[in-house]
């Protein structure tokens, strides 16, 4: 049960439950609110629903009648989950958080007042909630010239067909979707849909998308009509969606500098700064990973010939400063500085893609020439078969022991990803992004999917290495300012998290993974929470 499915599989499945047809049933959170089952015995939570008052909520679902009844949260790898396993009292001695909604949105509003329209004609000079009223009239002049009102006699009356409220999306504040086409023995039907932003990663062509258990394989995705065709397959894999972010600072509303009291004064003023404003973030969703549904092994990468999309909202970020990067890379907790392989690096390249006879060594791809890669159109990479950075000293990186011939090899692009993925080193800064934004949720009730992530680790947006949350939402719905207003607390819950973890170098509950064969970054985000937490 989602709010994917049209309504009248939702209600068909509602029937069923209510009348003892249906046993079980696997939901999302669309089944949380609004509907009123009697009969259920038993509500098991996989992972937390992402706010206290959404796990009472998803938990109330059972237990209705007289009959005793059992609520059972499973909780996940996520650090978010296993903060409330090992602080069960702050789930239980809190009350439900305040919902943070902004009535004022322009997406919101106008879906508001389009509602309030339907129900009677507004009157000249009348406003609405805390909008004054030349406001309102300048947003009803816009439904007014959309024809879906119309102005007489001092007033503004509701003329389209359509029942507003229909239209109003369970899924986002996306007010487009993007209609779910397929063909079978029982002939052509839809079955379901997704929000238009949600499409190009969720059912971009040749993506496989599940719906009531059974595969799709999409064969085509029409942005101009919104509309995507998929058919029914039995495949031994899933796919993801690989993207590429970049950011840039339209505005910054407030910013502040932090100093860590417990450090000497005199040499760090200030180890941190907290920022809020405007971002415009664009991100291409710009092929996809096959991964095997046993095991989750990586079957290969394809790329994806999609559009850009643009969102302009709000974003949060801290940002470190150069004597906290310098305290760190003395104290050996910073790797986030680009790898520089030495002067001769060029010629040992050409060496090695000579001896491997410009193929990659992995998938036999060769170069078109000895200049590019016939996918990517550029040469193939370089890969050590030992890391770089495992070839560090006291004095800097061994770069005789780390450019040996034999712990070299030549690989296309996409071979160099997985191998890269093995022995993945993940980084303090990368590892502090991925915790604040899985902690983050518990803030904010939200899920962690409404704030996006992005690590610059160079400074090249922010103007040094700096991690941001934004809001992914059109214009913004107060995460990001939420969020650095809880600066403080956020960090120490961060810190507190990461430090109780009983894994010795990063795993899923708090920093993340390395690779395989990698190195993870619990050390470096440690030292760095050490440096940032007042």
């Given at each position: 049960y ?6 009248s599989?939702?209600?068909?499945i ?8 249906v ?7 669309a089944l ?17 629903a ?5 796990t ?9 009648g007289?009959d005793a ?5 499973v909780a996940?790898?996520n ?13 239980f001695?809190r ?6 909604v ?19 004609p ?9 909008l004054p009223?030349?406001?309102?009239r ?38 487009a ?15 379901g849909?997704v ?7 969720m ?19 029409d ?8 058919i029914?397959v ?26 860590n ?16 404003g405007?971002?415009?973030v664009?991100?291409?969703?710009t ?10 092994e ?7 010939d ?16 150069e ?12 790797s ?5 392989y ?9 060496r ?37 950075r495992?070839f ?9 022991l780390?450019?040996r011939?034999?712990n ?10 997985k ?26 009730m ?56 009983p894994c ?31």
């Amino acid at each position: 049960y989602r709010s994917g499915y049209l309504p009248s599989q939702r209600r068909e499945i509602e029937k069923g439950l209510r009348d003892g047809t249906v046993r079980l049933v696997v939901a999302t959170n669309a089944l949380e609110l609004g509907i009123d089952i009697g009969g259920l015995g038993a509500a098991i939570l996989v992972g937390y629903a992402g706010s206290i008052s959404s796990t009472w909520q998803q938990s109330g679902r059972a237990g209705r009648g007289d009959d005793a009844a059992a609520a059972v949260l499973v909780a996940s790898p996520n650090p978010l989950d296993q903060f409330l396993a090992h602080h069960p009292e702050y789930f239980f001695g809190r009350s439900p958080e305040h919902a943070l909604v902004n009535p004022d949105h322009l997406l919101i509003l106008l879906e508001h007042l389009r509602c309030a329209l339907f129900e009677l004609p507004f009157k000249e000079g009348e406003g609405f909630g805390k909008l004054p009223p030349e406001l309102v009239r300048e947003y009803l002049d816009v439904l007014v010239s959309n024809n879906e009102a119309h102005a007489s006699a001092e007033k503004v009356f509701w003329m389209a067909d359509a029942y507003p409220a229909a239209n109003i999306s369970l899924r986002s504040a996306s007010p487009a979707n993007v209609v779910l086409d397929t063909e079978d023995e029982n002939g052509p039907r839809t079955i379901g849909e997704v929000d238009l932003a949600s499409a190009v990663w969720m059912v971009h062509p040749r993506a496989v998308y599940l719906h009531e258990g059974q595969q799709y394989f999409v064969q085509d995705l029409d942005l101009t009509r919104n509309t995507a065709t998929l058919i029914p397959v039995g495949l031994d894999y899933f796919t993801e969606p690989l993207r590429e972010t970049t950011i840039q600072i339209l505005s910054i509303t407030d910013q502040y500098p932090i100093s860590n009291l417990q450090l000497p004064v005199t040499n760090y003023q200030s180890p941190v700064t907290k920022s809020w404003g405007e971002l415009q973030v664009t991100t291409q969703v710009t092929g996809f990973r096959k991964r095997t549904w046993l095991g989750g092994e990586n079957l290969g990468e394809e790329p994806l010939d999609l559009p850009p999309s643009d969102l302009q909202t709000t974003g949060y970020w801290l940002s470190l400063s150069e004597e906290t990067i310098t305290h760190l890379r003395e104290t050996g907790n910073w790797s986030s500085d680009p790898n520089d392989y030495g002067p001769d690096w060029p010629k040992i390249r050409e060496r090695v893609r000579t001896r491997d006879g410009f193929r990659c060594q992995i998938c036999g791809l060769p170069e078109n020439g000895p200049s590019t890669d016939l996918r990517t159109g550029r040469q193939h990479d370089i890969h050590h078969k030992i890391p770089f950075r495992n070839f560090k000293t006291q004095n800097g990186i061994d770069l005789a022991l780390a450019h040996r011939l034999d712990n070299l090899i030549t690989l296309c692009s996409s071979c160099h990803r997985k191998a890269e993925q093995n022995v993945r080193m993940r980084s303090g800064l990368a590892g502090l992004g991925y915790v604040l934004s899985q902690l983050a949720p518990l803030f904010l009730m939200c899920d962690p999917g409404d704030l996006g992530l992005h690590v610059d680790a160079a400074g090249s947006v922010f103007g040094a290495p700096s991690v941001v949350l934004y809001d992914q939402v059109p214009a913004g719905i107060g995460f990001s300012q939420k969020l650095f207003e809880i600066h403080d607390e956020l960090l120490t819950r961060a810190l507190q998290l990461v430090s109780e973890c009983p894994c010795e170098d990063g795993c899923p509950s708090c920093v993340g993974p390395a690779g395989e064969n990698g190195i993870g970054g619990k050390e470096e985000t440690l030292a760095i929470l050490k440096e940032l937490v007042v």
